[in-house]
Nanobody, 126 residues
């Protein structure tokens, strides 16, 4: 399985970006997929996740109401729409996937994911 993240860039505070993550393989709808981010000097943190069968979305409190995760099963692609961006959203964003049937409490745990993309940098200026 390979994940290819894209869509990062430089944006002013209050602006929007949409990240994409293309997932290789023919079992796309079977994957739990998550977005994580890592700011300079900080640990990787959970952003959002979507369950297999696409029945549930989970968001970190810091992004709830501003970020929306969606999927396009025909394109094997996951999106992270980021609105009302803040300087504290600046980070490298990673998409991750696993075929494990994650329970709700595990969807925000980085070590629960087996496959990771290379990351895409998001910089929000004040």
């Amino acid at each position: 399985v390979q994940l290819q993240a894209s869509g990062g860039g430089l944006v002013q505070a209050g602006g929007s970006l949409r990240l994409s993550c293309e997932v290789s393989g023919r079992t796309f709808s079977s994957y739990n997929i998550g977005w994580f981010r890592q700011a300079p000097g900080k640990e990787r943190e959970f952003v959002a996740a979507i369950s297999w069968r696409r029945s549930r979305n989970v968001y970190a409190d810091a992004v709830k109401g501003r970020f929306t995760m969606s999927t396009d099963n025909a394109e094997n692609t996951v999106y992270l729409q980021m609105n009302s961006l803040k300087p504290e959203d600046t980070a490298v964003y990673y998409c991750a996937a696993t075929l494990s049937r994650l329970i709700l409490s595990s969807m925000n745990v980085a070590r629960a994911y087996d496959y990771w993309g290379q990351g895409t940098l998001v910089t929000v200026s004040s």
